[in-house]
Structure formats: structure tokens, C-alpha cells
């Protein structure tokens, strides 16, 4: 079931095929919540953008026209809700934006294979990606996400053309290594 | 001290360092929430869609201007049925939505949002207050007295 294509599950889903539907939520789940994460928005709003975007699709199973398309419709709505969030909390003086990826518990230590990545390794790269271009890091971001987004979906996701999505991507994988290169030079 | 291989890898190297210590997986329970969704789904309501909302930058009301946090007014609306809400936030992440229906006339209002239901019932002039309603995707969902078909509103993230 889980090669089965979009138009089918959600044909399943719309007939309250439960396992169908979870076979989609878990092809999306990532994706929708890296799109959220990358307005740096904290757990709670990236949880309630996530959440209104599926709630969304369960309201329009009958009417998504281009199945093969379902990625792009879910990172648009993701996309819509989250800036919605960072709009209203403007608006009223809350804060929503909070250092994603500081407090985080270190995923280099809950991955024990060959990828491994030494911790201090892992700190030194995540302090290198910091100091990016607040574009580099939500386009690096989204194409981390496994399974790994078409670039028609990223180009959906930070709302940019298709076609610099590639270029974009190899600038600011050489900005990164500058940096890892002035920070290995300056910590040595 | 970075390793050498580290800032001399190739793009597909770095990506996969990155992959190990950027990347984010959804965590647990918002797979499980958005795996439960499809229980919401009910093709028999009629769907009113949100058709103004004051937080819209395209529809600035001059209560945004004065900042301070002044209500939110939504609009959803059927072919038949229109829905106005205004959302009051509360001390405590809880709103309080006030509203009005017409065709004017009692209808029993439940409301979902992430905490549960929240029921109220409108009177016969079509108004309706719904307390302790949690931030997050809210609907609700009106049954008019003596119609057939109950109408939902859009899901809105509050």
C-alpha cells in the first residue's frame, strides 16, 4: 500500500479508509512539519500549523485536482498557515520565534551508523548553519526532509522558482563551508 | 577544532552532515494527531468557508491599527447559512468565540478544537457564546433547528 500513488489513497481516504490516509500522512508528515519549523516557529505553533493543514485536506479529499500534486497543495497551506501565525503574533506583540535548533537534543547521538556524526562535529556544523542567510537555512531545511521533497515541492514550500532552487542550494552549501572553514581556523 | 574533510567535503557529503544534525523529523505525537484527522471528516455537512478575517493583511480593520490585541472577526459563509465570530483571547491560551447565525434562529453550536467540544446553543435571534475554547485548528458546527444538513465551518487556527 505504501507504493500506491496519490490519487488512489486519497480516493481510499475519501471513502474513510483510515490506513490509506495514514499511508499519506506518513509520506507528508515530515515535509509539512519542516515547512512550518523553517518560519521558525516553536513546537506549539509548528504542531497547530501541521495539524490545520491535514484537518485541511480532510476537508477537500473530494476536490484535490492534481494528485500528483498533493506535496506542493499540502506545503502551500503549511506555508499560508505558518505566515498567518507569524502575522497574528506581530500583530500582538507575542513572541513566536525561538532558537530551533539550540535546544534541541542531539540527533547525531540517535543515529549510531555509519553517518554518525562526532558530537562536536555536529555542534561545529550546527553552529555554522546558524549563521547562514536566514534563506539558506529554511532552503537547506526543507531539502533535508526524508522522504526528500521534489523541487516542486520546496519551490512551493519558500514560494521561489523552480529553476534557482538548484543554484540557490549550491551557494549556500559554499557559504556553509566558508564558514566551517573560518570557524575550524578561528576555534583551531 | 573542525576536521579538515569536514569543510573540504563535497555538496552531497555536507548535505548528509547536515541531514544527521539539522534535520528534523515530525516528532511523534503531531504523526498521531494528523493520523486521527480523518476521523473529523464528515462529506455530509455543508462546508462554510471563511470568507473575511480581520487578521487578514488584506482586510485591515482599523481595530488593527491600535495594536493591543482587539478581536478577531471571522466570516464563514454556505450558500445559506453565514457565520460571524468574533474570538475574544482569554488570560490563559482560552477564547471565548461570540457569534451570530443567519438566517436568524436557534441552533445547537459545538465547537472542536484540540482540548475536546465545546457546545453552546443559539437563541432564536441566532446568537451564540461559546467559552474555554483552546488555541489551535477550531470548527464549528452548527445544526440549525429543523434543517437537514448540519454546517461546518472551515477549520481556522485560532
Known sequence: MTNLDNRSLL??????????????????????????????????DAADVSQATWLRLVEHLDDIREPDQLGSWLVTTARRE???????????????G????????????????????????????RRAFLRLPVNCQRLLHVLLV????????????LGMPVGSIGPTRARCLSSLRRLLTAQGAHDG | MVDPPLADSTAE??????????????????????????SWRDPDAA??????DSA????????????????????????????????TEGPTGATTLVGHLAPVGSAHIAVDHRDGVAAATADELGRFRVDGVRRGPVRLRCTLAGADTPVHTEWTLL
Open chain 2, 13 to 38: 557529503h555536507l548535505s548528509e552532515v547536515l541531514r544527521r544534525t539539522v534535520a528534523e523529523r515530525s516528532p511523534e505525537h503531531v504523526r498521531e494527531a494528523a493520523r486521527a484527522a480523518l
Open chain 2, 47 to 52: 462546508l462554510a468557508t471563511l470568507v473575511a
Open chain 1, 98 to 125: 525561538e532558537p530551533w535548533l539550540l535546544e534541541r537534543p542531539d540527533p547525531a547521538a540517535e543515529s549510531p551508523d555509519e553517518w554518525a556524526v562526532r558530537a562536536d562535529d555536529a555542534a561545529t556544523v
Open chain 1, 11 to 44: 480516493a481510499a481516504a475519501a471513502n474513510g479508509d483510515q490506513r490509506s490516509w495514514e499511508v499519506l500522512v506518513d509520506r507528508y508528515t515530515n515535509l509539512v512539519w519542516a515547512v512550518a519549523r523553517s518560519f521558525r516557529l516553536g513546537p506549539i
Open chain 1, 146 to 157: 526524508e522522504p526528500a521533497p521534489t523541487y516542486a515541492e520546496v519551490g512551493a514550500a
Open chain 1, 82 to 96: 505558518a505566515l498567518a501565525v507569524l502575522r497574528r503574533a506581530a500583530r500582538a506583540g507575542t513572541p513566536t
Open chain 2, 56 to 87: 487578514d493583511p488584506d482586510q485591515q480593520l482599523e481595530s488593527a491599527v491600535r495594536g493591543g490585541g482587539p478581536p478577531r472577526l471571522l466570516a464563514y459563509a454556505t450558500a445559506d447559512v453565514s457565520i460571524d465570530v468574533e474570538v
